[in-house]
């Protein structure tokens, strides 16, 4: 090939040239190929904590079933004593679960039989061998038996996770087929933790070094073919301000759905593409207890995610001016504003107050889940004939009552009295007030007039 090249450089220098077919032709430039991620199977560290969009019932927006600070999954097995097991497939593998005289769950799988070991309220995470290297885990976070019957509520245990340009990736089996897609699976970024959202899998997913656009990914988990978006970017920080040693996780997606993961509020930037973000759902996680103090469901905001713009390069000529400090993050706080939202009414002598008393934050999210004692109270604050001064608020006693996880309810008063003993009259404002399990001290107020 080398004499050939010669040859053809000599006869281009004397006006002749080669044959077409032996002529070496340029290389050709070529696309850089899309990055594949090796991806490792990673059992969870709790099936109590995991949260996913199946988990609510969407028209009524109420969690399937929070019971006793666990998520509990809408997959359901009844046993009996003297029943036959029940099967379930896991890829290709069939498991059967049973029930012995001693009240003790068993699975069997791939030829071999374990007893699952009880756990909180549920039972272990079970390991399940598919065979060609192949692992899978079964989150089994809720179990009961009664009568000789029993009970065991089930969702995928693993996750399938690698690194992706300074962050990480995970993808979930949420329809529990055993195998790994882009319709039906979800997926998270971020490290892994005692408590794990997911979300519905997007065409992009967002990392700490850029958004990627989603190719293949392996049916077994093992692959995930990512190509880098090189188009406009703008970057979000998931967050979450809540009271000390909570966490929170939440499921965020961009308005047209292209871009959804499921994130801890860490306050870790992610690069994102530009548009409207909004909540699909989320959890508040007390790591000291293990337990999940509520779930969050979304509100009517969005936050707008700008592109990032390049700023100009300095003309040398100029004079020198100030470095103007570079544009953060845009921040999606939840948790952020916490407040009580309820309603409440005057009449015949009685101030109503009506339930659940809600705990919203300023994204319009809400909180539920928790009980927690209120004390209600009417508050006004007097005119000042000097501006400057603000007058202390007077406040009036009402009452107390306690909201129960969510549940509605009337929680009827007497109107109070004033220093006098007199029924307060005029303007007024209901003020209702908790020790909230999530947040600490807050409180909301609503006009009212005596």
Not at 81 to 109: N, Q, W, Y
Request: charged share 20%.
């Amino acid at each position: 090939m080398r004499r050939l090249t010669l040859i053809g450089c000599l006869l281009a220098t004397w006006g002749f040239s080669l044959p077409a077919g032996l002529a070496q032709a340029p290389k050709a430039a070529t696309a850089p190929a899309a990055p594949t991620v090796a991806l490792k199977f990673a059992p969870l560290d709790s099936a109590d904590a995991v949260l996913t969009g199946s988990d609510f019932v969407i028209k009524s927006r109420i969690p399937v079933l929070f019971y006793s600070g666990i998520v509990v999954p809408h997959r359901r097995i009844d046993l009996t004593e003297k029943g036959a097991p029940k099967s379930l497939t896991l890829g290709p593998v069939k498991c059967a679960i049973s029930l012995d005289a001693k009240r003790r769950f068993h699975l069997a799988a791939g030829g071999k039989s374990q007893a699952l070991k009880a756990v909180r309220m549920g039972l272990a995470t079970a390991a399940i061998d598919l065979g060609g290297g192949r692992k899978h885990a079964l989150g089994l976070p809720r179990a009961f038996t009664y009568l000789g019957k029993g009970a065991i509520y089930y969702r995928s245990g693993c996750v399938q996770a690698g690194p992706v340009a300074g962050g990480t990736v995970a993808l979930y089996d949420e329809n529990l087929d055993g195998s790994y897609a882009a319709k039906g699976d979800c997926l998270r970024v971020g490290a892994a933790g005692a408590a794990n959202v997911f979300a519905p899998i997007g065409s992009y997913v967002p990392t700490p070094g850029g958004v990627y656009k989603i190719g293949t990914i392996a049916p077994d988990g093992s692959k995930l073919s990512l190509a880098l978006h090189a188009g406009d970017t703008g970057r979000l920080a998931i967050q979450c301000r809540a009271a000390r040693g909570v966490t929170g996780h939440f499921a965020v997606a961009s308005a047209d759905g292209k871009v959804s993961f499921g994130a801890p509020g860490n306050g870790k930037t992610l690069v994102v593409l530009p548009g409207q973000y909004k909540l699909l759902y989320g959890l508040l996680y007390h790591p000291a207890s293990k337990r999940v103090l509520a779930l969050v469901l979304p509100g009517g905001a969005a936050v707008d995610v700008a592109k990032d713009v390049t700023p100009p390069k300095p003309d040398p000529k100029a004079k020198p001016k100030p470095k103007a400090k570079p544009a953060g993050p845009t921040a999606m706080a939840f948790g952020d504003g916490a407040h009580l939202d309820f309603t409440c009414k005057v009449a015949g002598g009685k101030v109503v107050i009506t339930g659940p008393v809600a705990v919203k934050g300023k994204l319009g999210e809400e909180y539920v889940g928790m009980g927690f004692a209120c004390t209600a109270s009417a508050v006004q604050t007097p005119k000042s004939a000097d501006p400057k001064k603000r007058p202390r608020p007077i406040v009036v006693p009402i009452g107390r009552f306690t909201v129960q996880a969510d549940k509605p309810g009337e929680f009827t008063f007497n109107v109070p009295v004033d220093k006098d003993k007199k029924p307060i009259t005029g303007a007024w404002a209901v003020r209702v007030e908790a020790d909230v399990p999530a947040f600490g001290r807050i409180g909301g107020a609503k006009p009212a007039t005596f």
